[in-house]
């Protein structure tokens, strides 16, 4: 099985939510690895890393995100050649700083 790497950017309300922790919550349910982050802009960003199958439905997940959120937008960025390597060591699915 192929794993596919794909990162998104969720634009809203979804700071101040438990939007990271859901996230967090959700990718290792799904056996996905990858980071969240928050951004300076209001946005969540991460990367999933998986299976096609595990990454689509995360991504689908994001639409609408824990409870309180309220999710306008899911956009793809490109993957940039260093974003895997910021998963932490001995974690499957990090949680890193704000940006």
């Given at each position: ?51 096609a199958e595990a990454v689509a439905e995360m991504t689908a ?25 910021m998963i932490r060591p001995g974690e499957r699915f990090s ?5």
């Amino acid at each position: 099985m192929d794993e596919v790497v794909r990162q998104v950017v969720i634009r809203g309300r979804v700071q101040g939510v438990g939007f990271r922790y859901w996230m967090m919550r959700e990718a290792i349910r799904l056996g996905v690895g990858g980071w969240v982050r928050n951004r300076r802009d209001g946005s969540v960003e991460a990367l999933f890393a998986g299976s096609a199958e595990a990454v689509a439905e995360m991504t689908a997940r994001c639409q609408n995100g824990p409870e309180f959120a309220r999710v306008d937008g899911v956009e793809d960025q490109a993957v940039t050649a260093n974003a895997v390597k910021m998963i932490r060591p001995g974690e499957r699915f990090s949680q890193l700083p704000t940006v």
